[in-house]
């Protein structure tokens, strides 16, 4: 994992394979269609074979009662690396409901697609290779291709660029997406750390969000601590 993190940084890949490898224990061990068994191998490869970047098993628990809380209709996510949070999302969503997960990696969405398609969850999920920070076009793909417009989104899961949590949130906004009552879950606030997002959204504690501060640790492990921030649009 560390020799792979220069890799990670730039294309959220850790470079050495395991995110096939996960998606192959999927496909071989979980039977298909069966969505809690699927997030099971995943969570088994990752904590006993090799660390994946995903949420996790104690995280993922905060991210499945944030999402029954919202019962969204159209949740977002941003980054979706194996698939893994979108499975929680899925499984957490109300009847109607509909993730759509943006990757930056075509590699990570592809393992993502296959990985959903084997739990049986694919009519729940649609990803978008892209970025919100790419001029633009993935914001207007959004909007145009998949029907994202104002006050449209009940809920946001953001896990990717660290750096990019502020920004992204903020072009989610200036595009008129988000109604009071929606909700974004923000992961790994903590660690590695999401500073800029954190002050943001203390400053704006009971203006314009209300936050909910979740304590944590960081993926598979019960020593490093992390925080998940849970934050409503008032």
């Not at 020799?3 to 990670?8: H, K, N, S, T, V």
């Not at 699927?38 to 994946?52: C, N, P, Q, R």
């Not at 990019?164 to 009071?180: E, F, K, M, S, V």
Request: hydrophobic residues 45%; proline residues 3%; aromatic residues 8%.
């Amino acid at each position: 994992m560390f020799l792979g993190a220069r890799g990670l940084l730039r294309n959220w890949q850790v470079g050495d394979g395991r995110e096939e490898e996960a998606a192959r224990a999927v496909l071989a061990r979980a039977p298909r269609g069966d969505l809690d068994a699927a997030i099971a191998t995943l969570d088994e490869f990752a904590s006993h074979e090799k660390l994946l970047v995903n949420i996790g098993d104690e995280k993922g628990a905060i991210l499945d009662q944030a999402v029954r809380r919202a019962a969204p209709r159209r949740a977002l996510e941003l980054g979706a690396y194996v698939g893994y949070s979108a499975l929680r999302i899925a499984r957490a969503l109300p009847s109607g409901g509909h993730l759509f997960s943006v990757e930056l990696n075509p590699a990570n969405a592809e393992i993502a697609r296959r990985i959903v398609a084997h739990a049986g969850v694919a009519n729940r999920i649609t990803f978008i290779v892209g970025s919100l920070g790419d001029g633009g076009r993935t914001l207007a793909d959004l909007r145009d291709k998949h029907g994202f417009s104002a006050g449209s989104v009940d809920f946001v899961f953001v896990d990717h660029a660290k750096q990019a949590y502020l920004p992204d949130l903020l072009r989610i906004l200036d595009a008129g997406w988000l109604h009071p009552g929606s909700v974004v879950v923000a992961d790994n606030v903590r660690f590695p750390g999401a500073p800029k997002y954190r002050r943001y959204m203390e400053a704006e504690q009971g203006k314009r969000w209300r936050s909910v501060r979740h304590d944590a640790h960081a993926e598979y492990q019960g020593w490093l601590r992390d925080v998940v921030f849970e934050s409503t649009l008032v």
